[in-house]
């Protein structure tokens, strides 16, 4: 609270341009009303108040540029990888319609119909448990070797785009927004020294000139 109210004595409406304060603010606002709901100890309310007692460790980010740089970074991201998420979306729906036609009377369990089958290849997109998914498909090798190996190939490439190309697109959009990000705090640090440096060259400029004027 102390924090709170001497940035507002240093300025009031550049308190609520800085996003940073804003959360500080809705954080010790949340911690100061939750005893006021003392008589709803028994309800859920109060609980839901009570945990967000933890969010106390948010107020940390703003204190550690590095650590805010970060944050800032990934909320920067979120678009970018809200879109590589989309087409990611599509492209697997495309791979379930495709593995309903091809798997879906021999393997069902996997690919019986499309929720299945996305969930299936969203099994592959993580690589946990599709080593399940191709035991299944091993059980055709005996019967119909050409379906197994259809398969083998099916597998491979869900896991290969699904698992690296659109993991590594979203890692490259969060790097290339930090890079952009400290590119960005760079050229502030430097407007700020040039800034500070006219403004102290200004001031010996001004006292260097008090004598000659007084002569």
Not at 59 to 75: D, E, M
Not at 125 to 132: A, C, E, K, P, S
Not at 164 to 169: D, G, K
């Amino acid at each position: 609270m102390v924090e709170i109210l001497l940035k507002w004595y240093h300025g009031f409406l550049i308190f609520w341009k800085v996003g940073w304060n804003i959360l500080d603010f809705l954080i010790v606002m949340a911690l100061l009303i939750g005893p006021s709901f003392a008589y709803l100890s028994s309800g859920r309310i109060l609980r839901v108040l009570r945990v967000l007692r933890a969010a106390r460790s948010l107020r940390s980010i703003s204190g550690l540029q590095g650590l805010s740089l970060v944050v800032q970074t990934v909320i920067k991201s979120l678009p970018d990888m809200l879109k590589i998420a989309l087409v990611l979306c599509i492209i697997l729906l495309v791979f379930a319609v495709a593995g309903i036609t091809l798997f879906g009377d021999e393997i069902p369990q996997y690919f019986g119909h499309l929720g299945l089958a996305m969930f299936s290849l969203f099994i592959c997109v993580t690589q946990d448990g599709w080593l399940n998914i191709y035991e299944a498909f091993r059980g055709l090798k005996d019967q119909q070797v050409v379906l197994y190996w259809a398969g083998v190939v099916y597998l491979v490439l869900a896991v290969t785009v699904g698992a690296f190309v659109f993991a590594n697109l979203a890692v490259a959009a969060v790097v290339t927004n930090l890079e952009m990000a400290m590119t960005q705090l760079k050229e502030e640090g430097k407007e700020t020294k040039s800034l500070n440096r006219v403004e102290d060259e200004e001031v010996q400029l001004t006292k260097s000139n008090v004598p000659i004027a007084a002569g």
